[in-house]
T-cell receptor, first 115, second 115 residues
Framework: AQKITQTQPGMFVQEKEAVTLDCTYD???????LFWYKQPSSGEMIFLIY??????QNATEGRYSLNFQKARKSANLVISASQLGDSAMYFC????????????FGTGTRLTVIP | GAVVSQHPSWVICKSGTSVKIECRSL??????MFWYRQFPKQSLMLMAT?????????EQGVEKDKFLINHASLTLSTLTVTSAHPEDSSFYIC???????????FGPGTRLTVL
């Protein structure tokens, strides 16, 4: 069984500042993938970044980076130089690399960027 | 990443009618597609896995006779909500796994309102 926990229902950040969105997970799978998605008010789910459990280095994609701490089972998303367009819901998700690759999502964090 | 479309983007129907939602993979062939449902202010929940050439796999608690899935081709999966009721009103969104990490790319979603 897999579980994702996002403890921050809402976060505020000043424009141009960095923000960290928390995500912890629980899984019995030896190999798994961790994902972050952005969901703006339009509803679409936009893939942001991926981290494999076997990856030694933290993933980075432009302004997004993932602070992966395997021993703590955490995969926090860091957004640098926040922009107004970053205001959205952010979901952390996990899938198994050894079984069915359907995603299990957390409850999400609503990020609001303040001008 | 993969480009996924959904049609319609929104639909309003009367209670008791059936509604068909299409999910298309536009730029590659997908043997597997996923269907999720998202109620307001909640996270995405997997409903079923659509498999080309075989029956769909439904998650526990999802009625297969109510939510009919047909993976007609390698680029098209359809979800039919039969005898829709107001409690079926939700945001339905499909995804396609793509690439070495099977990252799921989502369609824009379909908002269903049953009166």
């Amino acid at each position: 069984a897999q579980k994702i926990t996002q403890t921050q229902p809402g976060m505020f950040v000043q424009e141009k500042e960095a923000v960290t969105l928390d995500c912890t997970y629980d899984t019995s799978d030896p190999s798994y993938g961790l994902f972050w998605y952005k969901q703006p008010s339009s509803g679409e789910m936009i893939f942001l970044i991926y981290q494999g459990s076997y990856d030694q280095q933290n993933a980075t994609e432009g302004r997004y980076s993932l602070n992966f701490q395997k021993a703590r089972k955490s995969a926090n998303l860091v957004i640098s130089a926040s922009q107004l367009g970053d205001s959205a819901m952010y979901f952390c998700a996990i899938d198994s690399l050894t079984g069915a690759n359907n995603l299990f999502f957390g409850t999400g964090t609503r990020l609001t960027v303040i001008p | 990443g993969a480009v996924v479309s959904q049609h319609p983007s929104w639909v309003i129907c009367k209670s008791g009618t059936s509604v068909k939602i299409e999910c298309r993979s536009l730029d590659f062939q997908a043997t597997t597609m996923f269907w999720y449902r998202q109620f307001p202010k909640q996270s995405l929940m997997l409903m079923a896995t659509s498999n080309e050439g075989s029956k769909a796999t439904y998650e526990q608690g999802v009625e297969k006779d109510k939510f009919l899935i047909n993976h007609a081709s390698l680029t098209l999966s359809t979800l039919t909500v039969t005898s829709a009721h107001p409690e079926d009103s939700s945001f339905y969104i499909c995804s396609v796994p793509f690439g070495a990490t099977d990252t799921q790319y989502f369609g824009p979603g379909t908002r269903l309102t049953v009166l």
